[in-house]
């Protein structure tokens, strides 16, 4: 089995910053790509950014120049910073990563955290 343990998150005022973390555990032979998506009351859950292995990292033209992606592919981890956060920004975010957990099947499987909320207000 997979898990996503997600840390971080809380309360911010407008223009402040933020940082997410979540780390993979279990049987991972490979991940392919990690990311990170929210989901706000009302709302569906939005892509916010993705970092494949090997190619380009993909943002959200929303938090594109804020928002900053890092992964440590030997930790099998990611990092979400969040800077100049705005009340928009408010969601649960979710951790998420497409894994492969067997050398005898290639076949990738999507894993979700657990979610872990962020507020921006004043």
């Known amino acids: 089995q997979v898990q996503l343990k997600e840390s971080g998150g809380g309360l911010v005022q407008p223009g402040g910053s933020l940082r997410l973390s979540c780390a993979a555990s279990?049987?991972?032979?490979?991940?392919?790509?990690m990311g990170w998506y929210r989901q706000a009351p009302g709302k569906e859950r939005e892509l916010v950014t993705r970092?494949?292995?090997?190619?380009?990292?993909y943002y959200a033209d929303s938090v594109k120049g804020r928002f900053t992606i890092s992964r440590d592919y030997a930790k099998n981890a990611v990092d979400l910073l969040m800077n100049s956060l705005k009340p928009e920004d408010t969601a649960v975010y979710y951790c998420?990563?497409?894994?492969?957990?067997?050398?005898?099947?290639?076949?990738?499987?999507?894993?979700w955290g657990q979610g872990t909320q962020v507020t921006v207000s004043s």
């Open positions: 998420n990563a497409d894994v492969r957990r067997s050398w005898s099947e290639d076949r990738y499987y999507g894993y």
């Open positions: 279990g049987t991972i032979i490979n991940i392919n790509a």
């Open positions: 970092i494949p292995t090997g190619k380009s990292t």
